[in-house]
């Protein structure tokens, strides 16, 4: 019987169509893993980026919501000074609201750059302090001149010398616009709110608009003292927050718990105490698992003005000297585009 040495023979066609059967099998296994694999780490990845947004939003507000109406006046200008010596006159309750001014003193200083204004019944409604150890004092001024050199008129009841520096200390009474006393105030969609907001000395006026018909939160900054005409209208260059969508059961996105009508210095102020904030936002990109865009509510219910507080505390011990009125600037500012006329 003759040995084959040499033998050719292949795998049969039954053995290669059960060979190729099963590769299939197995990459169409591994194929399906990656892509869930994929699915999944998009599905991370557009709700990390949706994470990250409203963490960063709500991070902002809370950080700027805590120093609104901090004072400041711009640090080229500081320290304000008194370039002229004060007598010690007799201090007259009416005096930054006789005519004439019984009792005032005009004083000069090296800048009225910085103060500000109010509009009512006392124009220039700025309480400043001493810095001059034991002469210290508190008091209202009566009048501001912008003139060369430029002056303050104000009531005096102890001497001051020339070089003593004057400080606004306290907090602005309004640095949470309150949604109710002021004319076109905050709103549940439209959070107002100014002072030395990133405590680098300069003050600005900040407003947050939530529109979830556009799907944008805005942040429209500007100088404390920009003309009501060059207020910027939002745009696209604000957004801070894209993909808003309306909260759920309605709630608005900015929510004000508000102090009882104060009295200061005759008129009634009305507190914000703290402010809740409500955002919900969708992912920009389809869920490729749901296939739907995934939601989040975020909420911070208690966040304080801390600067405001303590004004309203001092309201509440009757301590006048601490607390600042609404600047006028800040006021037109306030009410550019409201179909009513501000006072």
């Given amino acids: 019987m003759t040995r084959l040495l040499d033998d050719h023979r292949g795998f049969s066609l039954i053995e290669l169509l059960f060979a190729t059967g099963v590769l299939l099998i197995v990459s169409s296994i591994v194929t399906t893993a990656l892509i869930q694999m994929t699915n999944g780490q998009k599905t991370i990845w557009n709700r990390t980026e949706m994470h990250s947004g409203i963490r960063g939003a709500t991070e902002l507000l809370q950080q700027e919501i805590g ?38 003193t005009t004083v000069n ?19 400043l302090t001493t ?19 430029p002056t303050i008129t104000a009531c005096f009841t102890k001497t001051h010398a020339a070089g003593t520096v004057l400080m606004p200390l306290g907090g602005f009474i309004t640095g949470i616009v309150p949604d109710t006393g002021l004319v076109n105030g905050s709103t549940g969609d439209v ?11 300069n003050m600005v006026y900040v407003e947050y608009t ?15 003292n920009t003309a009501s ?45 703290d402010v ?17 865009k995934q939601l989040e509510t975020k909420a911070l219910l208690n966040v304080s003005p801390r600067n405001v507080f303590n004004a309203w505390e001092f309201a509440g011990m009757g301590y006048t000297d601490r ?8 006021v037109a500012l306030i009410c550019k585009g409201s179909a009513i006329t501000c006072p």
Avoid: H
């Fill in 276 to 292: 809740a904030i409500t955002l919900t936002v969708e992912t920009e990109q389809i869920d490729p698992i749901t296939k739907q």
């Fill in 131 to 149: 810095m001059d150890g034991n002469q210290q004092e508190s008091f209202r001024v009566a009048a501001i001149t912008t003139g060369t050199p």
């Fill in 109 to 127: 200083i090296d800048s009225s750059a910085g103060l500000w204004a109010t509009a009512g019944a006392n124009p220039s409604y700025v309480m």
């Fill in 67 to 104: 120093q609104a109406g901090r004072i400041a006046t711009p640090e080229s200008e500081l320290p304000l000074v008194m370039t002229s010596a004060v007598t010690a006159g007799v201090i007259q309750p009416v005096c930054d609201g006789a005519t004439p001014l019984v009792g005032s």
């Fill in 191 to 201: 959070l107002k709110l100014y002072g030395d907001i990133n405590g680098d000395g």
């Fill in 229 to 273: 005409a060059s207020k910027p209208v939002n745009d696209d260059s604000m957004v801070l927050l894209p993909n808003i969508k309306p909260n759920p059961g309605g709630t608005p996105c900015f929510t004000y718990q508000r102090s009882t009508p104060i009295v200061v210095n005759s008129t009634s102020f009305v507190f914000v105490l």
């Fill in 210 to 224: 939530c529109d979830t018909a556009a799907g944008k939160l805005y942040r429209n900054v500007m100088p404390w």
């Fill in 323 to 330: 607390i600042q009125s609404t600047p006028t600037t800040i």
